[in-house]
């Protein structure tokens, strides 16, 4: 069997981890705050924050975006769940968009059939590495006066008209899931180039609370924000790792096959010849190292995807027959 992802960790993020367990400070604070630092630097963006989750990440985003009860927010009917229930979550209602049957993300020509008076934000789902059109959808919401939340959970150094993913959309999502190209085995963070939303969502990460636990170290305190919202903050240990894998992340994106579904395995391991639908293509690694990549043909790989497409569009029916 080929595994979707194969962990890159090992003596160093373990070193990592173990000085911030004995440091004694195991929440938000400076370690977070150099990782922060770092996504932001290297996606081109003002700000970035980190939660403990992706899901979390575009929760809080469509809450800092203005989303709330009565609400729609436009999403493609093609991602993992989780996309559409942050919109939930916010208390709007997911309104489904098809996708391009190319690129697996949100088709921009069908977003303005999509938008009514109750609309006010998108959802587009920059999906397995491949950024969605964001300059075209970008152009559509700022004619209806529209958010753009960007769901990139598996798009960390995907590159869109010269510019990353995640220096253009209001709000961007990533995931660190233990699955994603850069991990810390759970969380996610938000970037974005807007001050006053980027400190709303520190806020809102930490119940609210008007200062960061970043600062508690040097003797301030935290005055509670009238305002009610669940911590969602990330552990310490987790970012410590990120950041020494952040310095990696060209590397890490360099050496990963992006092609949905494949692997590249050795040109001695004649397994994936005998799977049915799979077929073989001679590649040479940014190593230099031959090898052979498997990747699913067209045949069988289009009915994959209809099959899949038609679970979410009953899961999506009986979704939208609830709200």
């Given at each position: 069997?080929?595994?979707?992802?194969?962990?890159?960790?090992?003596?160093?993020?373990?070193?990592?981890?173990?000085?911030?367990?004995?440091?004694?400070?195991?929440?938000?604070?400076?370690?977070?705050?150099?990782?922060?630092?770092?996504?932001?630097?290297?996606?081109?963006?003002?700000?970035?924050?980190?939660?403990?989750?992706?899901?979390?990440?575009?929760?809080?985003?469509?809450?800092?975006?203005?989303?709330?009860?009565?609400?729609?927010?436009?999403?493609?009917?093609?991602?993992?769940?989780?996309?559409?229930?942050?919109?939930?979550?916010?208390?709007?209602?997911?309104?489904?968009?098809?996708?391009?049957?190319?690129?697996?993300?949100?088709?921009?020509?069908?977003?303005?059939?999509?938008?009514?008076?109750?609309?006010?934000?998108?959802?587009?789902?920059?999906?397995?590495?491949?950024?969605?059109?964001?300059?075209?959808?970008?152009?559509?919401?700022?004619?209806?006066?529209?958010?753009?939340?960007?769901?990139?959970?598996?798009?960390?150094?995907?590159?869109?008209?010269?510019?990353?993913?995640?220096?253009?959309?209001?709000?961007?999502?990533?995931?660190?899931?233990?699955?994603?190209?850069?991990?810390?085995?759970?969380?996610?963070?938000?970037?974005?180039?807007?001050?006053?939303?980027?400190?709303?969502?520190?806020?809102?990460?930490?119940?609210?609370?008007?200062?960061?636990?970043?600062?508690?170290?040097?003797?301030?305190?935290?005055?509670?924000?009238?305002?009610?919202?669940?911590?969602?903050?990330?552990?310490?240990?987790?970012?410590?790792?990120?950041?020494?894998?952040?310095?990696?992340?060209?590397?890490l994106l360099q050496s990963t096959t992006t092609a949905l579904v494949t692997r590249r395995i050795a040109a001695d391991q004649p397994r994936a010849r005998q799977q049915p639908g799979w077929e073989e293509q001679l590649v040479v690694g940014p190593d230099r190292a031959p090898g052979v990549r498997t990747v699913l043909t067209g045949v069988a790989y289009a009915a994959q995807l209809r099959r899949s497409a038609e679970t979410l569009r009953v899961r999506h029916g009986r979704l939208s027959r609830t709200l």
């Amino acid at each position: 069997m080929i595994p979707i992802t194969r962990l890159s960790v090992g003596q160093e993020e373990a070193k990592a981890a173990a000085e911030t367990v004995m440091s004694g400070w195991l929440t938000v604070g400076k370690r977070c705050e150099s990782f922060e630092q770092a996504i932001a630097r290297y996606v081109g963006a003002e700000h970035a924050v980190t939660v403990n989750s992706c899901t979390t990440a575009l929760h809080l985003a469509l809450v800092a975006a203005g989303v709330k009860q009565g609400d729609e927010v436009i999403c493609p009917s093609f991602s993992f769940i989780a996309s559409a229930n942050a919109i939930l979550y916010a208390g709007a209602r997911p309104r489904f968009v098809d996708i391009d049957p190319r690129t697996y993300n949100i088709d921009p020509g069908l977003i303005e059939a999509a938008i009514t008076e109750k609309t006010r934000a998108v959802v587009p789902v920059s999906q397995i590495g491949l950024g969605a059109d964001i300059p075209a959808i970008r152009e559509i919401a700022k004619r209806h006066n529209l958010k753009v939340v960007e769901d990139a959970a598996p798009s960390m150094g995907a590159v869109v008209a010269g510019k990353f993913i995640g220096s253009m959309s209001d709000f961007t999502c990533f995931s660190f899931d233990a699955r994603k190209i850069l991990t810390t085995g759970e969380g996610g963070v938000i970037t974005t180039n807007d001050t006053s939303a980027a400190t709303r969502l520190r806020q809102l990460r930490a119940h609210a609370a008007s200062t960061s636990t970043a600062d508690e170290p040097e003797g301030r305190t935290t005055h509670p924000h009238p305002a009610r919202r669940v911590g969602l903050c990330r552990t310490v240990y987790r970012a410590r790792c990120a950041r020494r894998e952040s310095r990696l992340l060209p590397r890490l994106l360099q050496s990963t096959t992006t092609a949905l579904v494949t692997r590249r395995i050795a040109a001695d391991q004649p397994r994936a010849r005998q799977q049915p639908g799979w077929e073989e293509q001679l590649v040479v690694g940014p190593d230099r190292a031959p090898g052979v990549r498997t990747v699913l043909t067209g045949v069988a790989y289009a009915a994959q995807l209809r099959r899949s497409a038609e679970t979410l569009r009953v899961r999506h029916g009986r979704l939208s027959r609830t709200l």
